[in-house]
């Protein structure tokens, strides 16, 4: 009978020990994220009330593209685009976006891809 008690006894100690290193490793993970989430809170905010209604509610995942330098290439590909480009710089990059949107949405057809390419925000 002491002998039944001391094993459970031993038992019950190595499945607590087990569960506190499991309680460990799961608050290490619950820090991690929560830095992580803090990290992205300034992105996060920078969204746009469309891409972040699509990014919470929908099962679909979001590729975004920022093109850094819509002027310089609005400049090699048009002369004209280079030398008003200074003048009317929101559409320059307006019509940068959408010819690239129609570019990613042919070579991703041409890869047997179905895209639905959008373009969000912008001013």
Known sequence: ?????IILLAINLLLLCWLAIRQMHAQRAL????MDTQELAPLHAELGPQLRKELTEARNRVLS????????VA???????????????ALIRREVYRQARDILETQLRE???????RLLGGR
């Open 31 to 34: 820090r991690t994220l929560r």
């Open 65 to 72: 593209v920022e093109i850094l330098n819509p002027l310089e």
């Open 111 to 117: 890869y047997g891809i179905e895209p639905r390419v």
């Open 1 to 5: 009978m002491l002998l039944t008690a």
């Open 75 to 89: 400049a090699k590909e048009s002369w004209v685009a280079g030398q008003f480009g200074a003048l009317a710089p």
